[in-house]
């Protein structure tokens, strides 16, 4: 049986950090960039991530699906992450997307997040691999711990 992986979309498939940073810099006035419409559509993908998830879905041991918290104030985020997902992957992996404010309510082996709580990955049962942390600064450390290279 294969293993259930969860990855988060914000700030570890996709720059959210980045863009709303240089958001508030183009844009002063507008506090809530993530309010733009378009926002959640064009942000950059993390270096390696797509290549990283790609990987993985190939692979027989693992179930890989995108489990993300929506912006619940920008309604727009629901669709926007729909069709980031098949921007930057493909339609097929759109069926893997799971938007969820509690984390904590999915099964799974292992979660892949930059949070470690907020949105119920303190509950998540299964492993939750702190994305950004010392341990896995990148993509690169996680894909060590998946496949050993
Ligand atoms: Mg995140």
Redesign the pocket.
Known sequence: MSMIVYV?????LCD?TGSHRACRVSHPHIDYPQSIPGFFENLRPLDGAVDAVNQLRILEAFEVYVL??PSTRNPLSYTEKRIWIEQNFDYEFTKQLIICSNKGLLKGDYLI???IQGKGQESFAGQVLH?GSAEFPNWSAILKEFVGS
Do not use: G, L, R
């Open positions: 988060d979309m914000d700030d570890v959210f993300t918290a997040d930059d949070n994305f």
